[in-house]
């Protein structure tokens, strides 16, 4: 009996010392890892990249993690043998991608458990997810060499370290340096370099100690962190396995470890043999093309080009066009630049109807189509392209039997080109204005304006949505060989949803055209019905709105037609070569609507739909009178002044009316005359 109890005690006594010895045991070195494999459990994107045996934790794979743990647990002991100590020395590489700036970073990791497939990459380093993060239930200590600055986890900067317990969140933190001996300060360090980096991680007594340095460097003496860390609480059963995580987002590097070693104490820590690592492999662009080698090239070419195919390129160049995403839901209405260059014979002066401000207007024919107006503009100007749009966008999609049909347009480099039907008629300020025409009779007047009157109506009340014209002047209307009325020169329009707000915030519009509350609440349908009142009234006298050349009394045409009344002598405001053909009655509803339309009261016009029904004596207008407060009132006409006042005197000494682009904000004109300005569209 007693011999075999002394058997079982120098078996257990064996079994004790065995198990003792291999706790003291527990160490390695690998300087690279081409004979790692067996040890090594590896997952995710983690590999071992041969001949050289160079750890590659990720690659350049978004949304990745791998890990790298030494397959056999770290035994701690028992609390009675010993105290528990470890101290490791590794050598990693962190190697952005070529062209992408930045990249997360790694961790060495003490983990109760090798699987962390639970984990999510990105800014979590493959170590914990959002639930995860911060449990005490994860049993994982990290030493995170962290490469992206994440404001959930409140680091200090994108190039850090820190020792993270169960969560990301570190308990201690330091920008990435280390501490030369030979200086006696601390140089920074930048993880992401590509070049190798050694870290030493001491543990003993309960102080933990990160210590980095340059790859020739020697350890320095004083290292970056230092932290009372409980190993033992975070484990329980005082065991855990060591390696190396790593991942990647949207944010992608490689990952690398060169060497590593591991050892219980301190004192017994095998170093690295640096000359037997391997070599980091280094990414670089694809090497640009010298500039002077890219000229030359070019400059070869352009000759070869030119001796073999000139007047190809010629060709080419000469109908070069212009697209935008804008102009895809108008392609149909779109035609090559050489089509309407035939078209106009090469834009032949001889064909030239008129010439303004922003271009010019020229004759064409095509097959099929017949005679067409082609307005070509100048897109050097910033509103020279917005009033192009404008008329492209606007024009193209309404559909009245008044409205200029516009039946296509054009873009090359430096030119804008509107196609629309030709007007042989040309415009009514010629008939009124430049004698090349002979004068409308009043049935063609009361006509046109019937015409004007019947296409305005519609773009406030029947288009899918409101049309503020916004420039509606003599020259904008155009006429056909039956002469016709035809509203064009969409330059200014906007659009607008029925029911909303149609004030404007800049005015726009032509000297004497244009309403007083422009200068406040900005355009609407009643800054329009203002302007055709203003038409209507040229149109029946003959004259401008605003003519400095008259006498003073004359000059403002709304104050003349209102005087003429007042002293009972309407019909001396009418254009002399009517010569007294024209029915009284239908001038003086024209007058009078047109005194009643250019009312400095908006609310007191009436709207267009009204307007038709009083010119074609559907209707009755309301009673008023030339003292009717607000009518015959003319609006001011002064440019660059503080503000703008009532007045019935104040002029300019200006030929023509020219159109007014924007207010300043103390209400100064700046004047610029519109696309085309009295042409012959």
């Known amino acids: 009996m007693a011999q075999r109890l002394h058997l079982l005690l120098s078996i257990i006594f064996f079994v004790n010392l065995i198990c003792f010895s291999s706790q003291q045991d527990f160490s390695f070195i690998?300087?690279?890892?081409?004979?790692?494999?067996?040890?090594?459990?590896?997952?995710?994107?983690?590999?071992?990249?041969s001949p050289d045996g160079l750890l590659q934790l990720t690659n350049a794979t978004t949304q990745q993690m791998g890990h790298a743990f030494f397959n056999r647990q770290f035994d701690f002991g028992s609390a009675s043998s010993h105290s528990l100590s470890f101290s490791t020395h590794f050598v990693c590489a962190l190697v952005p991608k070529p062209g992408v700036d930045g990249g997360h970073g790694i961790a060495f990791v003490l983990s109760s458990s090798m699987d962390l497939t639970h984990a999510d990459p990105t800014q979590y380093l493959g170590l914990f997810n959002i639930s995860t993060n911060g449990s005490p239930s994860s049993h994982l200590l990290a030493i995170e060499l962290d490469t992206v600055q994440s404001a959930e986890f409140d680091d200090i900067d994108k190039n850090h370290v820190g020792i993270d317990e169960n969560s990301l969140q570190s308990v201690v933190s330091a920008s990435a340096s280390y501490y030369s001996d030979r200086e006696g300060t601390n140089k920074s360090l930048t993880l992401l370099s590509g070049d190798p980096i050694q870290i030493w991680i001491d543990y003993e007594d309960t102080l933990l100690n990160v210590t980095l340095a340059p790859l020739r460097n020697q350890k320095p003496s004083k290292p970056l962190l230092s932290r009372t860390i409980n190993v033992t609480a975070m484990f329980p059963d005082r065991k855990a396995f060591i390696g190396f995580s790593g991942?990647?987002?949207?944010?992608?590097?490689?990952?690398?470890?060169?060497?590593?070693?591991?050892?219980?104490?301190?004192?017994?820590?095998?170093?690295?043999?640096?000359?037997?690592?391997?070599?980091?492999?280094?990414?670089?662009?694809?090497?640009k093309i010298s500039p002077l080698l890219i000229v030359l090239l070019v400059i070869l070419a352009l000759i070869v080009i030119a001796v073999l195919g000139g007047l190809c390129i010629y060709r080419r160049r000469k109908y070069a066009e212009v697209k935008e995403a804008w102009e895809k839901p108008y392609g149909p209405l779109r035609y090559s630049y050489k089509s309407l260059y035939k078209a106009t014979r090469g834009f032949n002066k001889d064909d030239r109807l008129g010439k303004g401000g922003f271009g010019e207007v020229f004759k064409g024919n095509m097959p099929l189509v017949g005679d067409i107006a082609v307005k070509r503009l100048s897109h050097d100007a910033e509103q020279g392209m917005k009033q192009f749009v404008a008329e492209v966008v606007t024009m193209g999609s309404l559909q009245h039997k008044n409205l200029v049909p516009l039946l296509g347009y054009c873009r090359r480099k430096g030119q804008l080109l509107l196609v629309s039907k030709y007007m042989e008629g040309g415009s009514v300020d010629q008939y009124l204005f430049h004698g090349d025409k002979p004068p409308l009779s009043w049935s063609q007047r009361i006509a046109i304006l019937k015409d004007i009157a019947s296409a305005l109506c519609y773009l406030h009340t029947g288009a899918s949505q409101v049309v503020l014209h916004r420039d509606i002047k003599a020259s904008n209307v155009m006429l056909n060989g039956n002469l016709q009325g035809f509203l064009g020169d969409f330059g200014m329009a906007r659009f607008d949803d029925h029911g909303a707000n149609l004030s404007a915030t800049a005015a726009v519009g032509t000297i004497g055209y244009m309403a007083l509350e422009l200068t406040s609440t900005g355009t609407s349908t009643k800054t329009d019905v203002y302007a055709f009142g203003a038409f209507m009234l040229e149109v029946t006298c003959g004259r401008r709105p605003f003519d400095p050349d008259m006498p003073v009394e004359k000059r403002h045409l709304v104050k003349w037609v209102c005087e003429c009344w007042r002293k009972g002598s309407l019909f001396d405001a009418i254009d002399t070569r009517l010569r007294g053909k024209f029915i009284p009655g239908e001038v003086e509803v024209v007058l009078k609507l047109g005194l009643l339309c250019t009312s400095i009261v908006p609310d007191s016009r009436p709207t267009m739909e009204q307007v038709v029904q009083y010119i074609n004596r559907h209707q009755t207008m309301p009673d008023f009178s030339p003292d009717t407060p607000g009518i015959g009132v003319s609006t001011p006409v002064l440019m660059g002044v503080p503000s703008l006042v009532l007045t019935s005197t104040s002029g300019t000494s200006s030929a023509s009316p020219p159109s007014v682009s924007s207010f300043s904000a103390n209400n100064s004109m700046f004047i610029s005359h519109t696309i085309i300005n009295g042409d012959g569209r």
Not at 30 to 49: C, E, M, S, T, V
Not at 248 to 256: A, D, H, P, R, W
Not at 265 to 287: C, E, F, G, N, Y
């Open 30 to 49: 690998y300087n690279g890892f081409n004979q790692g494999q067996a040890n090594l459990h590896l997952d995710g994107a983690a590999r071992i990249q």
């Open 247 to 287: 991942a990647t987002g949207s944010l992608i590097s490689y990952q690398y470890i060169l060497g590593w070693s591991f050892s219980r104490s301190r004192a017994s820590l095998q170093s690295l043999d640096i000359s037997k690592l391997p070599r980091v492999p280094r990414l670089t662009k694809p090497k």
